[in-house]
Structures are given as C-alpha cells and as structure tokens.
C-alpha cells in the first residue's frame, strides 16, 4: 500500500467535507419529516446582498455562488485556477471562509507547478469586487476581519485586511514543515503542525497551535499531545473549536472521529462517537470518515461516511448527527452535509454524483445538489454543488433540534436480496414470525411453523431457536426454485466498489442487522473486507409462497 494512496485518502477526507451526499431523509428544527422540494416558482426580486445565508462552490461552472435567505442566489466570484495545476479536483478549494460580517469569502487554490505558490482570493459579495495575489501560504480562514493564512516556511502569519495590502507577523515560534492554519478566530487563529514519524508518533500525527495578532504561539494541546487532522471549524460569536481527527491504518482504513477544545486554556480535547443502530447500519465496519462540521450555536452538526473510493456507496452509507455536551441526537440518513441556520433554516447537500472511478482519483469531485429549506418550504439553490459554508451570523444564530430524525429499524424487510418486492403474504408471515420471536412466545412460533417436523418446532420453541429466527428472519431473503425463501441468503460479498461480488444495499444491511465482522475469504481472492451471511445464523429459515399463500416450511441447509 503506498504512501502516495494513503496521502491521498486524506485529502478526500478534507475535500469531500460536504460534497458526498445522498438522497435525504433528515429532520429539521420542528417537523421530523423532511419538507418536500416546493414546486412552486423560484423566488422573485433582488438577492439581498447585504444579508447572505451560505456560499457555495459549483467546479462544473468554476463558480462561487451565494444564496440569501429566501433562496435567491447570485454569482460571487468565477474561480480562475491556473492551467498548469496537474489535475482538476486541486482546481477547486477544499475550504470557503467567511469574514466575521458574512461580507468577505476567501479560499486558496492550489500552486503552480513553477514557483509553487498558489493564490488567495478575497471578494466582496455584495459589490462582486475580487483581490487575488500570490501567496506562498498554507491554509485559509480569519483574523477578526482580517483574511489570514500561514506562510509556506512556518514563519509567520499573512494578513490582508479589507482595506488592502498585506501584513506578515513573525511567529515566537516556528512551526514545522506542511504546517498549515486551520481556523481562523476573533483574536487567534489554530494552527496544525505535522511530526515525524517515529517512536510514539503515529502516521498523520501532529500538534495544534494558537497564534494570535502579535505572533505569540500557544500550544493548544498538552505536552506530547498530539492528533490527526481532517478539518476544523471555529465557533461563530465564540472560542470553541471542532475538528475531525484523520486516523489511518491504511488508504482504506480511515477512522475519523470528532473532537472538541474550548480553546481559551491547553489540555486534552473532548472525543466522542455516536454508538446507535443508525451509526451501524450506515458503515458496518470501523472505517468512516467525517465529512462534515457546522456549528449550531453552541453545538455542532456533523455526518460520517463510508469510505467512498474504497467502499460500496449508497445513500445509506451516510448518517448525521447533531452533537451537544456529549449527546448525540440522530438527524437523518443519506446526506453528507446538513447545517442548521437561523429561524429555523436548514441547508443540506444530497443526490450526489460520485465520480465513475474505483481508483482513488484526485481529478474527480464529487457533487450534489443544494437545498434550502425556510418556513416549511424546501428550494433547490443549484446542482453540481461541491462544497457549503453558511455565515458565521447564520450558524450562531441557529437553534437545536427539537425532534429527532426516526432511527432505521431492524424489523423485517419488504424485499428480497436483488431489491425485488416481496409479496403481501410473504411479508405479512415474515412479519408475525418476527413478533413472535421478539416477545419470545415460543408455542406461537412453533405454530406458525405448522409444516414443520415435530424436531424443527422443539428448536424454534428454545430459547436459542427464538433468537436465531429473530435474527434470520430481518435479513433479506433469497430467492429459490418452486417458490422457496430463504432467510438470510447465505451468499459471500465483498464491501469493495467495483467486483464481480461487490455487496449490493441488501446485503451490507444484512452485515449489519446481523453483526457481521469482514474477514478474509482465501478462496475468492479477498482479504479483509468479505462478509458471508451464512455463517451468522446457525440455522437458516425456509419460507415458500405458492397461490398466493405463503408457509414457514422449515429450515434451510446451513
């Protein structure tokens, strides 16, 4: 596995920060049922420029866009990378940043293959007025007011105020080589700084920083503390910071996690994970990224994602979560890419294009598209959308969410292994074997197991058969000759885009419902990521269906 896959499968981490997404369930402040996309007319009159709601990057157009509350959108900025950038994707800017006011954005793209230096762009979004200059800096975000970037060489901070020009301020102390400015702030900025591989020091691993206006660096983390790195978000009207950790044991064993730091004094961040069904059902492995931060007033919105040039994607594969003081509160699947905003304004990126390739690929950017939901109505902004920030003003001002998204369930499902429909009786039988299982009525089981031989009743009636069939009975069922069910439906797949065997939907939610760990299958030639089904149920069911009448025939052949 080379350094180069590896190094790159950090980059999409950051670059697919919002861009990945996936058709929505989600829920807003109020109402736990997504808002449908209105069909009325796009909204009339001039955008309010003096008030934006969130900006956003459109690479197909080589745009900036920025949307006002109502919807109503209008052109930024035409991003302009240079031609000689090797390939496409590092055309584009991995991060937007606001200016405190929501009147300035700046981003940097990527340097030149010359001199090595990119360039940063500051506009102004109500006049449309742009300055861009060369700036052999790392990394982009806010001084105050102040656009601020960390120079190449670890020296020294780089400031372009609003009214122009330039300013460099000498670090107390020098960063390290790659080092780059994270987050901007009202009064210090956070800076990561990478460590040498070695005794104690794990691959990606550095230290984090704060610099304020005079220079003066602080270390953010205790002695010898250390993390990866992803992204970061600082906290709107406060001193909080958010951040993704990049954990790696490979270019397709990323492990991201969400960390926590007040900022105003040193010591150990604060780290949690969600532990839910919905957690589990979206990666079924370890492996996840974090694709997404947003700050909701004091809390943060965030979503975990499969690992997308390396795992099996779809919609599901994706789940967000709103994150206060520990807790975490489910807000839906299938988005990668949520932030709440103020007067209940809710952003989300989904119905992504993801890039056509199985090979980690940095010219392929992933897109989706763009909605505002306001006042209980939900606007397309644009398509082909790779990335959002909303306004500092904006995400301060959001509030909570009051109701909870619906977790996904574990009950039975209404298709077969290939996504086919299953018929009424089918599910219907499907359905009070699985009620009778749960509440552990073990005669009521044997009963619906009337065909059954007198020793297939006695193990349904135990309690190990009671959970076998709980377990078997919510997978999906493959399909046999003369009618015949079976449940689970055995077969081996690989969480691996692009196989002859790749797991379908259907089967990386049986790995799910039945706790499945991938192991190596020597046999079919891969290692490390083949679930088979089974194996997880000691013994599997056998439903028919004939005439329109469905029967729980017996057991299956392990």
């Given at each position: 596995?080379?350094?180069?896959?590896?190094?790159?499968?950090?980059?999409?981490?950051?670059?697919?920060?919002?861009?990945?997404?996936?058709?929505?369930?989600?829920?807003?402040?109020?109402?736990?049922?997504?808002?449908?996309?209105?069909?009325?007319?796009?909204?009339?009159?001039?955008?309010?420029?003096?008030?934006?709601?969130?900006?956003?990057?459109?690479?197909?157009?080589?745009?900036?866009?920025?949307?006002?509350?109502?919807?109503?959108?209008?052109?930024?900025?035409?991003?302009?990378?240079?031609?000689?950038?090797?390939?496409?994707?590092?055309?584009?800017?991995?991060?937007?940043?606001?200016?405190?006011?929501?009147?300035?954005?700046?981003?940097?793209?990527?340097?030149?293959?010359?001199?090595?230096?990119?360039?940063?762009?500051?506009?102004?979004?109500?006049?449309?007025?742009?300055?861009?200059?060369?700036?052999?800096?790392?990394?982009?975000?806010?001084?105050?007011?102040?656009?601020?970037?960390?120079?190449?060489?670890?020296?020294?901070?780089?400031?372009?105020?609003?009214?122009?020009?330039?300013?460099?301020?000498?670090?107390?102390?020098?960063?390290?080589?790659?080092?780059?400015?994270?987050?901007?702030?009202?009064?210090?900025?956070?800076?990561?700084?990478?460590?040498?591989?070695?005794?104690?020091?794990?691959?990606?691993?550095?230290?984090?920083?704060?610099?304020?206006?005079?220079?003066?660096?602080?270390l953010l983390l205790p002695a010898k503390g250390r993390t990866?790195?992803?992204?970061?978000?600082?906290?709107?009207?406060?001193?909080?910071?958010?951040?993704?950790?990049?954990?790696?044991?490979?270019?397709?064993?990323?492990?991201?996690?969400?960390?926590?730091?007040?900022?105003?004094?040193?010591?150990?961040?604060?780290?949690?994970?969600?532990?839910?069904?919905?957690?589990?059902?979206?990666?079924?492995?370890?492996?996840?990224?974090?694709?997404?931060?947003?700050?909701?007033?004091?809390?943060?919105?965030?979503?975990?994602?499969?690992?997308?040039?390396?795992?099996?994607?779809?919609?599901?594969?994706?789940?967000?979560?709103?994150?206060?003081?520990?807790?975490?509160?489910?807000?839906?699947?299938?988005?990668?890419?949520?932030?709440?905003?103020?007067?209940?304004?809710?952003?989300?990126?989904?119905?992504?294009?993801?890039?056509?390739?199985?090979?980690?690929?940095?010219?392929?950017?992933?897109?989706?598209?763009?909605?505002?939901?306001?006042?209980?109505?939900?606007?397309?902004?644009?398509?082909?959308?790779?990335?959002?920030?909303?306004?500092?003003?904006?995400?301060?001002?959001?509030?909570?969410?009051?109701?909870?998204?619906?977790?996904?369930?574990?009950?039975?499902?209404?298709?077969?292994?290939?996504?086919?429909?299953?018929?009424?009786?089918?599910?219907?039988?499907?359905?009070?074997?699985?009620?009778?299982?749960?509440?552990?009525?073990?005669?009521?089981?044997?009963?619906?197991?009337?065909?059954?031989?007198?020793?297939?009743?006695?193990?349904?009636?135990?309690?190990?058969?009671?959970?076998?069939?709980?377990?078997?009975?919510?997978?999906?069922?493959?399909?046999?000759?003369?009618?015949?069910?079976?449940?689970?439906?055995?077969?081996?797949?690989?969480?691996?885009?692009?196989?002859?065997?790749?797991?379908?939907?259907?089967?990386?939610?049986?790995?799910?419902?039945?706790?499945?760990?991938?192991?190596?299958?020597?046999?079919?030639?891969?290692?490390?990521?083949?679930?088979?089904?089974?194996?997880?149920?000691?013994?599997?069911?056998?439903?028919?269906?004939?005439?329109?009448?469905?029967?729980?025939?017996?057991?299956g052949v392990s």
């Amino acid at each position: 596995m080379s350094f180069a896959r590896c190094r790159r499968t950090r980059h999409l981490a950051v670059t697919v920060l919002v861009a990945l997404a996936a058709a929505a369930c989600s829920v807003g402040h109020d109402d736990p049922r997504p808002p449908r996309p209105d069909s009325s007319a796009a909204p009339t009159g001039q955008p309010d420029k003096l008030h934006p709601v969130v900006a956003f990057v459109q690479p197909a157009h080589g745009s900036v866009l920025v949307a006002d509350a109502s919807g109503r959108t209008w052109k930024a900025a035409d991003m302009r990378p240079s031609a000689s950038v090797y390939d496409t994707a590092a055309q584009w800017p991995t991060k937007l940043a606001w200016s405190p006011g929501g009147r300035r954005l700046a981003w940097l793209d990527a340097p030149n293959d010359v001199d090595q230096t990119g360039q940063i762009h500051i506009v102004d979004v109500r006049t449309g007025k742009e300055t861009a200059r060369p700036c052999p800096c790392q990394g982009i975000g806010f001084l105050g007011d102040d656009a601020v970037s960390l120079s190449s060489d670890g020296s020294s901070l780089l400031l372009f105020p609003a009214a122009g020009g330039a300013r460099r301020v000498a670090l107390t102390a020098r960063q390290r080589p790659y080092s780059r400015l994270v987050a901007g702030g009202t009064d210090d900025v956070v800076l990561f700084s990478p460590l040498l591989d070695g005794p104690g020091v794990e691959r990606g691993q550095g230290t984090l920083a704060v610099a304020d206006r005079k220079g003066t660096v602080r270390l953010l983390l205790p002695a010898k503390g250390r993390t990866t790195f992803g992204d970061a978000q600082r906290q709107p009207h406060g001193t909080g910071l958010v951040w993704s950790s990049a954990d790696s044991g490979g270019a397709c064993w990323t492990l991201s996690s969400v960390y926590t730091h007040p900022v105003t004094t040193s010591g150990d961040p604060r780290s949690s994970l969600p532990h839910d069904a919905a957690l589990r059902h979206a990666l079924v492995t370890q492996a996840r990224l974090v694709t997404s931060l947003a700050w909701v007033g004091d809390g943060i919105t965030t979503t975990f994602s499969a690992v997308p040039t390396c795992q099996v994607m779809f919609p599901a594969r994706t789940v967000s979560y709103y994150l206060r003081d520990g807790h975490w509160t489910y807000l839906g699947s299938g988005m990668l890419g949520i932030a709440l905003g103020a007067d209940g304004r809710v952003v989300r990126l989904e119905d992504p294009v993801y890039p056509r390739t199985h090979e980690v690929d940095e010219q392929a950017i992933t897109t989706g598209t763009l909605t505002l939901t306001a006042h209980g109505r939900k606007r397309v902004l644009a398509t082909g959308v790779s990335q959002f920030v909303l306004t500092p003003a904006e995400s301060a001002a959001a509030r909570p969410p009051t109701t909870p998204a619906r977790e996904p369930g574990e009950g039975v499902t209404a298709e077969d292994d290939h996504g086919a429909r299953l018929p009424a009786a089918v599910r219907k039988l499907a359905g009070e074997i699985e009620d009778a299982a749960a509440r552990g009525h073990t005669r009521r089981l044997a009963a619906l197991c009337d065909p059954c031989s007198a020793t297939v009743r006695r193990w349904v009636s135990s309690g190990d058969g009671a959970r076998d069939v709980l377990r078997a009975i919510r997978t999906h069922p493959r399909r046999l000759s003369g009618g015949l069910l079976i449940y689970p439906e055995g077969s081996t797949c690989v969480d691996e885009p692009h196989k002859d065997i790749s797991c379908t939907p259907q089967q990386l939610r049986d790995a799910a419902v039945l706790a499945l760990k991938p192991g190596v299958s020597p046999g079919l030639g891969y290692g490390g990521s083949a679930f088979t089904t089974a194996d997880a149920v000691r013994v599997p069911l056998t439903l028919s269906f004939e005439g329109g009448t469905a029967q729980w025939t017996g057991l299956g052949v392990s």
